[in-house]
């Protein structure tokens, strides 16, 4: 790998890491506003309403989110498991 090479992979990698870093500090804004936006998106129901239903979702928005970061932070080559709190809604 030329040295050029190596620069522009470290400094994808920094960038990655202050974007990580920056969402992490913003996580429960973000997570909440999805939770918010969703049921203009999704027709309403039944569930929409169910108490312990919206517990899932939120867990689920936040783990999915957290797996995203963990992605960027790990870079193209990683695959780690789907969440189950995703998989479960």
């Not at 790998?1 to 960038?15: F, H």
């Not at 193209?76 to 189950?84: D, M, R, T």
């Amino acid at each position: 790998m030329l040295a050029e090479e190596r620069d522009n992979e470290k400094s994808l990698k920094d960038i990655s890491v202050k974007i990580v870093k920056r969402l992490r500090a913003r996580r429960l804004e973000i997570v909440q506003e999805i939770h918010t936006r969703i049921p203009e998106s999704v027709p309403s129901s039944v569930a929409s309403h169910n108490s312990t239903y919206q517990a899932g979702v939120l867990a689920a928005i936040t783990a999915v989110h957290d797996y995203c970061l963990e992605a960027i932070e790990h870079g193209p080559e990683w695959s780690g498991p789907v969440p189950p709190e995703a998989a479960a809604t």
